[in-house]
């Protein structure tokens, strides 16, 4: 028995759960882990496993949870911690995750998107917690810069010190973008809420059918963050209808303007794809997970849908002109470069 399922262990017995039968789900991008208990009595948790050795921190997890929770929405409950070691016993939310509902039945995708919309417009009419940290225009444009650093570092045949140069001349103006039209931090950003992320509970009412899970890395940030999350999915394709339709629910329900949150939406749109795309080629070159460069070409094309709005016109042809189109060549020579850099 190693180390880490030894202290799994003795923090399931002291929880009552070390003869619940243990089966593994499937993770994230990160470092942890997840199991699903069943216990004799027929009771079912999560069991979540997060190295603290490799960066990993359950605080912020059992913090955000609890908020959102406060709040009416379905976050998992915490039933047992230990943060030393990196421990959280969790509420089972079940498997029907919004990607695979919307597999199984096509006529459930728009009441989902729906439902996904109406339960951002319930959070965000709450202030975030306080001293939560702020998703700055400053640190937007570092994440937004890693597609330099990774995505066109990488696609290069032969990539040297000078590769990510061009994304000097691109911070210069996304910044001032960013602060001048998508500054507003008034609202808690789970970063990461899409329909991978989102499990539909039709048991539960209002909000509280969207269940949450993955917002450990939270935010104070615009209203438009997660909005651009779950309807530019990375992992699938969302029509532009629907879209377009959620945009103007959204709206229509915050009382926003309707022109400054477009201009926003589309602001954050890109600084997100475009951080997926060096999120995504890291993921590939540094951590050996060769199968995100598949969901490129879809992250690309809702950056071009973005630059297209007219907010993004002084850092189009930038963009355009410093980061290459993902052909098939280019893919192949991104996962021919895979595991080929060193983790930190």
């Known amino acids: 028995m190693t180390d880490r399922h030894a202290l799994a262990y003795a923090f399931l017995k002291r929880t009552g759960w070390d003869q619940a039968a243990r089966a593994p789900l499937a993770g994230d991008a990160s470092n942890r882990k997840y199991e699903r208990l069943c216990h004799q009595d027929g009771r079912a948790a999560v069991l979540m496993d997060a190295p603290t050795e490799r960066g990993e921190d359950v605080r912020p997890f059992v913090s955000i949870a609890r908020y959102l929770s406060g709040l009416g929405l379905s976050a998992p409950e915490i039933y047992a911690e230990d943060a030393r070691n990196g421990f959280l ?16 039945d096509p006529a459930l995708e728009r009441p989902l998107y729906e439902a996904a919309t109406d339960a951002l417009l319930h959070l965000h009419r709450a202030p975030p917690p306080t001293g939560l940290a702020a998703y700055s225009p400053q640190y937007m444009t570092q994440m937004a810069a890693l597609a330099y650093e990774f995505y066109l570092a990488g696609a290069a045949e032969h990539a040297d010190a000078e590769t990510a140069q061009p994304s000097q001349a691109f911070a210069q103006v996304f910044e001032p973008l960013l602060a001048a039209r998508a500054a507003e931090a008034s609202v808690l950003i789970q970063r990461d809420y899409h329909a991978e992320n989102l499990l539909w509970l039709p048991e539960r009412s209002g909000p509280a059918r969207v269940g949450l899970l ?5 935010l104070a940030g615009h209203p438009a963050y997660d909005l651009v999350s779950v309807l530019q999915d990375a992992r699938r394709d969302v029509p532009e209808a629907i879209e377009a339709d959620m945009i103007t629910r959204y709206i229509a329900a915050s009382k926003q303007d309707a022109a400054s949150f477009e201009a926003a939406y589309h602001l954050l749109g890109a600084q997100r794809n475009l951080r997926i795309l060096g999120v995504f080629g890291r993921l590939c070159m540094r951590d050996g997970k060769a199968h995100y460069i598949d969901f490129i070409p879809r992250v690309w094309g809702y950056l071009m ?8 016109a002084p850092v189009c042809d930038i963009l355009r002109r410093d980061l290459p189109e993902p052909t098939s060549e280019i893919l192949q020579r991104l996962k021919d470069k895979c595991a080929t850099l060193p983790k930190p």
Not at 89 to 103: C, I, N, P, Y
Not at 214 to 218: G, L, R, T
């Open 305 to 312: 849908r973005d630059l297209a709005h007219p907010a993004l």
């Open 214 to 218: 993955d917002f450990q890395d939270a």
């Open 89 to 104: 016993l969790l509420e089972d939310l079940g498997d029907a995750l919004f990607a695979r509902v919307m597999a199984d």
